[in-house]
């Protein structure tokens, strides 16, 4: 271990195995109760995208290296023997996941999920972020999933469907684990039945945090689950926010000649694939 590398290490991370527990996150910053002092109201900030802290309790901050040596009085060496324990595998294992979105097949493959929770991985945290997703917490879909495939671990981003089975979604993963269904989330106005149909869950999460007027909605984690969309006929107002691509183009005009009510809402991202890309390349208003 030198301080370079110990430099690399999450400091989210490190408070994670160590009982600390966020209170809230805002884009980057992530704020907790002061590891470094009593307090009743949480003051000390970790930003992720820097991984540095600031304790406004205290007016200090630093790095990684520099809180260990403050939270338990280390010298630098002492420092850095600490954070050997943080520098195996379990630090990387989001990194070095291999790619099993291309070669994954469920039938052949023997695949358990170990554990269920809210997203809590920093690496998980950070896959959101960089797709511009901050306001997640209260979708009660979304949870970080640890599974295995023929004995070996991953973990991912799981969005659950009617059926109780997860798209799986992270930098090296994108799969379903349980049986493929859509999404359906009952929350609208019961006076005004509007229905707004979502190709994936980053689309859906991504306009959720634009749009604040509630509705039903549809993802329908692979648009080919349209066909056992029978129960959009009850409602009043369809709309659709399918990929710009040819088969949103098909599935966008079959709902079309099917329903007298569906709108084609593409036009809000055009010149992108998806709302989520939109979203990411700077687009923060939803205009017509």
């Known amino acids: 271990m030198n301080i370079e590398k110990a430099k690399q290490i999450p400091l989210e991370l490190v408070l994670q195995k160590m009982n600390y527990i966020p209170s809230k996150t805002i884009g980057f910053d992530v704020w907790y109760s002061s590891p470094l002092h009593e307090e009743k109201t949480p003051s000390f900030k970790i930003n992720t995208k820097i991984n540095r802290w600031y304790d406004h309790g205290l007016q200090k901050g630093g790095n990684i290296i520099d809180f260990i040596a403050i939270k338990f009085n280390y010298t630098i060496p002492e420092v850095l023997k600490f954070l050997e324990n943080y520098s195996n595998q379990s630090i990387f294992s989001f990194q070095k996941q291999k790619n099993i979105a291309s070669n994954f097949s469920e039938p052949e493959s023997k695949v358990n999920i170990i554990k269920v929770t809210g997203i809590q991985h920093y690496a998980l945290r950070e896959y959101l972020e960089n797709r511009k997703i901050y306001h997640y917490e209260n979708e009660s879909n979304l949870k970080e999933v640890h599974y295995e495939i023929n004995g070996k671990k991953y973990f991912g981003i799981g969005f659950q469907n009617n059926s109780n089975g997860f798209e799986i979604r992270s930098k090296y993963a994108k799969i379903c684990i349980g049986k493929k269904d859509i999404t359906l989330i009952v929350k609208g106005d019961k006076n005004k039945k509007t229905i707004r149909i979502f190709e994936g869950f980053t689309d859906y999460i991504s306009f959720k945090s634009l749009e604040k007027n509630s509705s039903d909605y549809l993802i329908l984690n692979s648009v080919a689950?349209?066909?056992?969309?029978?129960?959009?006929?009850?409602?009043?107002?369809?709309?659709?926010?399918?990929?710009?691509?040819?088969?949103?183009?098909?599935?966008?005009?079959?709902?079309?000649?099917?329903?007298?009510?569906?709108?084609?809402?593409?036009?809000?991202?055009?010149?992108?694939?998806?709302?989520?890309?939109?979203?990411?390349?700077?687009?923060f208003n939803l205009k017509e």
């Open 225 to 283: 689950l349209i066909s056992r969309c029978e129960f959009l006929s009850n409602y009043d107002e369809i709309e659709v926010y399918l990929d710009y691509d040819s088969a949103g183009d098909k599935y966008t005009e079959m709902l079309k000649s099917k329903y007298l009510n569906v709108i084609d809402m593409r036009s809000l991202f055009f010149g992108y694939k998806d709302l989520n890309e939109w979203l990411v390349n700077g687009n």
